[in-house]
């Protein structure tokens, strides 16, 4: 019979889960953009454009030029434009990516309409906050609260020690005493694993790469340049822009859903470990799972990833489709009860 899986198991399975599909964000868009120089290469076929490809690749790597003949000079060629792409590409990526950083959770609290409140706007709120971040060990968030009467949550921050928790109205309502400190739980278990942190350069900083292809143009190409290796250059661009479209609508967003998935077990084994009362979070999730749509969040999905459910749903207990942010609350609920 095998062993039942702890607390710990779940979270060391799920850490190493994310920091692969995390990976899986600057490889994916490094092979899409070599592939399209490649075809790109193929493609033009003009011996001068080829042979400016490979001088810059050994511009980086000069002692490769005794490598370079017939049968691979494509390969090379297509290498030396991947990386002239890749340097402004990762470059500009990396500076908003700082930005959202330091800025993104300002962003998501504005998008979900939240107030900020103290221990005399709702004590109920404010001392199950308290009370769960003493028993993580960890500094105190601030409180917001989200006036929706259904029921959600959501911790943002680029660290613990700037960290925010935000709940719905509705979640204050409806769920016992023993629930919401369950749901706080989980969403300290986020900001106890960095996710937030995580979550920030997902929701604010991928979205990037959906408008790198008109930065890497202007960067190659003049805005008076009408020559014929202007011409080459911009069918070169074409080809990037589509392996950039490609990431930006098909793969970022299947990675960023399975990173989401992956960190909400985390959280949801974390939580449950913080006030060693899985059942509870799973009673929780029971009820979130009727009524968990937060209107204001239906113009803003990427915040979906954020949340303990996700906002655009109701009532999706036992399926979730390849589109949702988040695993079957079924599921959570499943591996809750089995803790």
Not at 67 to 94: C, D, H, M, R, T
Not at 163 to 170: D, L, M, N, R
Request: with cysteine.
């Amino acid at each position: 019979m095998a062993k039942p899986l702890t607390v710990y198991d779940h979270i060391s399975r799920n850490n190493l889960k994310t920091a692969f599909l995390v990976l899986m964000f600057p490889v994916s868009v490094s092979i899409l953009v070599w592939i399209a120089c490649y075809a790109a290469v193929h493609f033009i076929s003009i011996d001068i454009f080829t042979m400016d490809g490979v001088s810059k690749w050994l511009y980086w790597f000069p002692d490769m030029a005794g490598k370079i003949n017939e049968s691979n000079i494509y390969f090379f060629a297509a290498s030396g434009y991947w990386i002239s792409f890749l340097v402004p590409l990762f470059a500009i990526a990396l500076g908003w990516m700082a930005i959202s950083y330091y800025f993104g959770d300002k962003m998501m609290l504005g998008f979900s309409g939240a107030k900020p409140i103290e221990l005399k706007d709702n004590k109920k709120l404010y001392r199950s906050v308290q009370n769960v971040a003493i028993a993580a060990g960890l500094p105190m968030p601030k409180v917001y609260e989200i006036d929706d009467e259904s029921m959600n949550a959501f911790a943002t921050g680029h660290s613990p020690k700037t960290a925010s928790i935000a709940v719905t109205t509705g979640l204050l309502k409806k769920l016992t005493p023993l629930e919401l400190e369950a749901v706080i739980a989980h969403e300290m278990a986020h900001i106890g694993n960095r996710d937030i942190r995580l979550n920030l350069l997902i929701i604010t900083g991928i979205s990037v790469f959906g408008f790198l292809a008109e930065g890497v143009r202007i960067h190659f190409i003049g805005k008076n340049q009408r020559n014929e290796k202007a011409n080459q250059l911009l069918i070169l661009v074409f080809f990037v822009q589509i392996a950039l479209m490609i990431f930006h609508y098909l793969i970022a967003p299947l990675l960023r859903l399975a990173v989401s998935r992956s960190r909400e077990y985390a959280a949801d084994a974390t939580g449950a470990k913080i006030i060693h009362n899985p059942g509870a979070l799973a009673d929780a999730l029971m009820k979130i799972s009727t009524d968990a749509r937060v209107e204001i969040l239906d113009q803003q999905p990427v915040m979906a990833t954020a949340c303990i459910a996700d906002p655009s749903s109701n009532g999706r207990l036992a399926l979730s489709s390849l589109s949702s942010t988040h695993p079957p609350i079924g599921e959570r609920i499943r591996r809750l009860r089995a803790m």
